[in-house]
């Protein structure tokens, strides 16, 4: 073999339908497998996973402990039951997941394919596709492998595509072919004789970047990603097409993009690992106390009662051997007697709970989305309580936090604003509401009738034959790579991004109509008139050019157009403009202060002797097998100087619904909020007062804009001593809010957000700045910069700066992280985040399917977080302590017995008592807590954010809570054991009989234990739901009756034991007084601090118990606290945004882009409305409301 696999490989080398010489290269075949399992390596492949977690390993030895008999006081049965039953659910979870994912497998692998054999057309299944195959595709089929595009059966040899699968969006993409092979049509003989040697790049993760070449008929010609078709993309508006396979199944790009996720675990569980290891190291010394007492007790009393109590055989004779022996083996059936302070059930319970609160978020109807309808959904059931405990939330900014629905809204052209409503009487500027009449444009038949616009002085511009109003909507009309159809009779668009098709529907609602496009022309209408100019260049957009240019030929004048960012643009204008230049300038901070995204537009006249030595020059750059994307930079660059500016274009993308408050709610909770966009920094600051992240009573707004490491660093030095000043000279002030109740009304809240809502500093940092921030060497001064500010901005960031900010936090700070976003530039910041949140939006589901969590709107965060985050780490935190609780109740009660039996491991209760306790009689109203409890409802949770603020701290499960559940359980087995002790020592029935034998006094023990820990429920139990009272009095009823079958029916050991003891006074007593004891400490120290020191929990429950008395009486006074409305314009610089990354300009250029027919045919429809944008950096600012008033 010359090359075992595709991990070593640097080069790919395929000869297309010859596959000998492809097979030499061992190339991975076109079959996938996601799954884990087979049939029959299913049951030992997952009990080996399984017993790799350190709790079912540690039963299972406890297991082959208790099938010797010798040391065993237990039938393996205690042991044997959860841990058999634990297993079959997890194995039972694991084989239908895994059972999915065979159906995926199959049903992907099964997919046809028409494969060329020797000339013909072969059906074969996708997995029987190998490399070097050429395959047929037809209209609306999924394509079955990465393929070279060889001919199909558009003009100039184009193909439309969807990549839904890949990135989510279901906008159409378009490819083309060689035009050498392009003439292959579909002549399958010509094809099949096709022996095409491709070499191209080993198989990699990047699904916009290919780089190879064809060798064919002794002429090499450059492959690019344009001519490349990838595995999951689906064909579109094209009837047949054909392609060689490049990479096949593994390889592929797609598979190369889903690798494994990162598993996530949560605090919670990271603290039960290490408090589970830390009760077995209590549980061996208990164990270890008991061999020392019960070798000291034979020593000194058990070895003269041999006659009576017999050593067995096994033992040594002489006194100081056998009670060391006999002690050894004591030790190990302590092991077994006590396993049950490890709790088994702990996990499958915790699952289940898990489960069920993701089945509670998926139902919450507050958080379904009409207009897209789509509900909340948990993708993932292990994270839930961590959603109660987020620190930092990281957020994108376009599409997450704003709507991404573009709308032209002003613009400036040749120093003159237009878009403002002035007010007459005293030339101020007057807001627009819903009810200020738009400007009417019905008289152009283009017009469309949801665009709108309410500054009439640029209509009459234009209908006056304003030359510069003209010119600048001719332009907007030109300059683009947006792609025309009809469909229905109406004229439509698709662009690559949403500001440039609002960009070029501005310029049809105003008269000037992009019509349609050739290879070599574009068609506009100018107020009614045809005008036709000869396309010559497309000098599109990347991230680096921020800028694109056509260059257009009409009546013998050549002029480039030009459209990009305004620092871009006036760094290449033509010398005295300076008067236009600062009244545009003005303009544009304007534009940018109302939180508008803004766009520079500029021309240049062209002599045409210098065009065509450019075109020349053009021409070598872009068939370039080397640094070609470097030279037509260079090329590109030559020609866009010298430019005459025509104005700046400000375009709006509004605020989702909610998300001021949503921010002002989460940042009152104590969550700090992070905004990590692709936008420049004036953009990022004014949507930060927009969104409430930065607030005018503010103490400073750190800037970082530095270049180089040593001015970052000195910056991030000055920030922090400003910092360290203010706060020493602060008075110290509580983070709690209090909620007071005065007799003048009661129910009046006062909710304090002591030095929250005042003050404070903020951090915007540049994404060059942060390439220096995040250096091993400055990343803890920024993180401590950062962390002491209330909100942190960073802009100009690239998706990896993203990630690594978001495990910046992870690494350094003890916090929950949370990222939200709705792109594919957002995916590696979801992925790192302890949570990923998807937001589904206008720019596909990638980030969707790469979150944990996914929500419609970045409001219904507060909801995810406030109520169901809180109340899942409420839930599951009373659940455990009270779970460590009984445990170690029912458990000890073992370990008081063995000072009364010579510490020889005889257990007090019965065998069957033991295995079923924990998977019976008190795993369902436990099981009821976690799922349904709540102190507080929804509203309030949502009303009072810093409830959610004890989950910030830890502090309702901790390793103190877990100390003060387990001394709880201490103390009650203490009593729980010596009350009844007592009472039953030398005790006697009414007859005169004895009642002091240990299956009496041990079934009084257990039927007392389920009795209080049940009655511990009733007072742990905020919320009572039928569900709760079912299984609370249930698990009575059921105790009973299981008891009564297991010993009657099938004839237990402790037959009659219990219905002799509940037939005597006695046990009555007995239990009330245990009762009684144990309740009442209970109840009055809860009552102490409900009512002396009550928390903010506390007060809001009776208020909340208050309102529901109340409302009988009057309705509800609705306390819903909303942030102010207040605007203030700042002046800084402009919002520029575009879409960042490449339109379809080379296609355009290429001289093969539409199909010579009727436009109506449109190539480009998938029948869908589409609202395009790219993977990052769009940009929206907005007007400063003030702070939160509460």
């Known amino acids: 073999m010359v090359r075992a696999s595709s991990k070593y490989e640097t080069e790919r080398r395929i000869i297309a339908n010859d596959p000998e010489h492809n097979a030499q290269y061992n190339y991975a075949k076109n079959y996938i497998k996601t799954s884990k399992y087979t049939f029959f390596n299913f049951v030992p492949y997952n009990l080996f996973e399984q017993f790799q977690r350190l709790a079912n390993f540690y039963f299972l030895c406890l297991l082959v402990l208790q099938l010797i008999p010798v040391i065993s006081s237990l039938t393996p049965v205690t042991t044997a039951v959860p841990l058999i039953g634990v297993l079959m659910v997890t194995a039972i979870k694991d084989a239908y997941d895994d059972y999915q994912r065979h159906r995926s497998d199959n049903q992907v692998n099964r997919r046809k394919s028409l494969v060329l054999r020797n000339g013909q057309l072969k059906e074969e299944i996708w997995s029987k596709v190998e490399v070097g195959d050429v395959i047929r ?31 989510g969006e279901t906008n159409l993409k378009c490819k083309q072919c060689l035009p050498e092979t392009e003439s292959l049509g579909q002549d399958d003989a010509r094809i099949g004789a096709f022996r095409g040697e491709i070499r191209c790049e080993p198989p990699n993760n990047q699904l916009n970047k290919f780089e190879g070449v064809l060798n064919w008929e002794g002429k090499q010609h450059s492959l690019d990603n344009d001519k490349i078709l990838l595995r999951g993309c689906i064909l579109r508006n094209t009837d047949w097409c054909y392609g060689v ?18 598993f996530k675990r949560t605090s919670i569980d990271r603290l039960l690992n290490f408090i589970i290891l830390g009760i077995v190291f209590f549980l061996l010394s208990m164990c270890l106390f008991c061999t020392v007492a019960c070798g000291i007790w034979e020593s000194l009393t058990g070895q003269y009662f041999r006659v009576f109590l017999p050593w067995d055989s096994l033992i040594p004779p002489d006194p100081p051997g056998g009670p060391a022996v006999i002690a050894l083996l004591v030790f190990f059936s302590y092991a077994i007697v006590l396993n049950t302070v490890v709790p088994i059930s702990l996990y499958v319970s915790v699952e289940v709970i898990r489960l069920c609160q993701s089945f509670l978020i998926n139902w919450d109807d507050a958080m379904y989305h009409p207009p897209t309808r789509n509900h909340a959904k948990a993708r993932t059931t292990t994270l839930n309580e961590e959603l109660g405990q987020i620190e930092y939330i990281f957020s994108d900014k376009t599409g997450t936090l704003t709507q991404n629905i573009m709308s032209f809204n002003k613009c400036s052209i040749a120093g003159r604003s237009y878009g403002d409503i002035i007010d007459p009487r005293t030339g101020e500027f007057l807001e627009i509401s819903e009810y200020t009449r738009p400007v009417d444009l019905s008289r152009n038949p283009y017009h469309e009738s949801n665009f709108k616009f309410y500054d009439q002085s640029l209509v009459d511009a234009l209908d006056g034959g304003d030359p510069d109003c003209e010119a600048f909507f001719r332009l907007l009309s030109l300059c683009h790579t ?120 500029a021309y240049k006249d062209l002599d045409e002797e210098y065009f065509l030595d450019w075109k020349g020059r053009h021409h070598e750059a872009a068939v370039s097998l080397e640094r070609r994307e470097e030279k037509l930079d260079e090329i590109y660059e030559e020609i866009e100087k010298n430019l005459i500016l025509l104005g700046a274009t400000a375009i709006e993308d509004k605020l989702q619904d909610g998300v001021p408050q949503t921010i002002a709610n989460l940042a009152v909770a104590g969550i700090k909020i992070w905004v990590l966009t692709g936008d420049k920094q004036e953009t990022a600051i004014n949507i930060g007062y927009s969104c409430q992240l930065l607030t005018d009573d503010m103490l400073e707004v750190f800037i970082i804009d530095a270049h180089n490491a040593s001015d970052v660093e000195d ?38 957000d002591a030095g929250e809502s005042n003050g404070g500093f903020a951090l915007v940092i540049n994404g060059h700045s942060l390439v220096w921030a995040l250096n091993p060497k400055l990343e803890l001064l920024f993180l401590e910069v950062a962390s002491q500010c209330r909100s942190v901005i960073c802009c100009r960031v690239t998706p990896l700066q993203k990630a690594m900010v978001v495990d910046l936090v992870k690494r350094y700070k003890k916090a929950v992280t949370l990222a939200v976003g709705d792109g594919a530039n957002d995916v590696s910041m979801i992925k790192t985040a ?26 219904f965060l507060e909801r995810l977080l406030l109520v169901h985050g809180r109340w899942s780490y409420y839930r599951m935190c009373k659940f455990l302590r009270y779970f460590f609780y009984k445990n170690f109740a029912f458990t000890l009660c073992h370990f008081w017995f063995a000072f009364f039996v010579a510490f020889s491991a005889q257990t007090l209760f019965d065998p069957m008592f033991i295995s079923v306790y924990n998977l019976f009689y008190t795993s369902m109203p436990v099981l009821a807590l976690g799922i349904f409890e709540q102190d507080v409802n929804a509203k309030n949770s949502i009303k009072f954010p810093r409830l959610y603020t004890p989950g910030l701290l830890n502090a309702l499960f901790n390793k103190r809570e877990f100390f003060r559940s387990a001394l709880h359980g201490f103390l009650t087995s203490c009593v729980l054991f010596f009350i009844p002790f007592g009472a039953y020592y030398n005790g006697m029935d009414q007859e005169g009989r004895s009642m002091a034998d240990q299956q009496t ?63 005597e006074p006695l046990f009555y007593f007995t239990t009330l007084l245990t009762i009684v004891v144990l309740m009442l400490p209970v109840m009055a120290w809860r009552f102490y601090w409900v009512d002396v020191r009550p928390n903010l929990s506390d007060k809001v429950r009776f208020k909340q118990r208050h309102d529901a008395k109340m409302a009988s009486k009057r309705s509800e006074h609705d306390m819903l606290r909303t942030p102010s409305a207040r605007r203030s314009r700042r002046s800084v610089r402009s919002g520029y945004a575009f879409a960042h990354q490449e339109g379809f300009g080379r296609l355009i250029t290429s001289g093969k882009i539409m199909r010579p027919r009727n436009m109506k045919q449109g190539p480009m429809s998938n029948g869908r409305a589409t609202n395009l944008r790219p993977d990052n950096k769009i940009s929206l600012v907005a007007p400063a409301p003030s702070t939160v008033e509460v």
Not at 719 to 743: C, G, H
Not at 1031 to 1037: E, K, Q, R, V, Y
Not at 1041 to 1063: H, P, R, T, W
Request: neutral net charge; aromatic residues 10%; hydrophobic residues 40%.
């Open 137 to 167: 595709m037809e209209n609306n089929q999924f394509v079955a492998a990465d393929i070279l595009l060889l001919s199909t059966s558009e003009p100039n040899g184009l193909c439309y595509i969807e990549t839904s699968e890949l990135d």
């Open 245 to 262: 396979v490049i990479f096949a199944g593994k390889d592929t790009k797609l598979m190369m993009n889903s690798g494994k996720t990162k």
């Open 482 to 601: 947006v792609m025309p159809e009809e469909s229905r009779g109406k004229l439509e668009y698709q662009a690559q991004s949403p500001d440039e098709g609002a960009l070029v529907s501005a310029a049809r609602n105003f008269g000037f109509v992009f019509k349609s496009r050739t290879p070599n022309s574009i068609t506009i209408f100018a107020k009614g008139v045809q005008e036709v100019y000869e396309l010559l260049c497309i000098l599109d957009f990347n991230n680096v050019r921020k800028r694109m240019s056509v260059i257009l030929k009409r009546d013998g004048k050549i002029r480039l157009f030009c459209k990009g960012a305004d620092s871009i643009i006036y760094e290449r204008l033509k010398e005295g403009q300076d008067s236009l230049k600062y009244h545009t300038q003005e303009h544009l901070d304007r534009f940018a202060g109302d939180g508008l995204r803004t766009l520079c537009l």
């Open 715 to 752: 910056q991030l030095r000055k920030y922090r001593e400003e910092i360290r000043n203010v706060t020493a000279t602060k008075q110290p002030q509580t983070n709690l809010s209090v909620v007071t109740f005065s007799d003048e009304g009661v129910g009046q809240d006062n909710l304090s």
């Open 834 to 859: 302890h949570i990923g949140v998807g937001i589904s939006g206008q720019e596909g589901l990638q980030a969707v399917l790469a979150s944990d969590y996914s929500v419609a709107q970045f409001r």
């Open 1001 to 1063: 006094f041990g079934s009084v023990v257990a039927t007392i234990l389920v009795i209080v820990v049940t009655m511990q429920m009733c007072l742990d139990t905020s919320y009572w739901t039928l569900f709760n009272h079912i299984t609370i009095w249930g698990s009575l009823i059921f105790y009973l009756l299981l008891q009564y079958f297991y010993n009657f029916v099938i004839g237990g050991e402790y037959v009659g034991a219990l219905s002799k003891a509940m037939g």
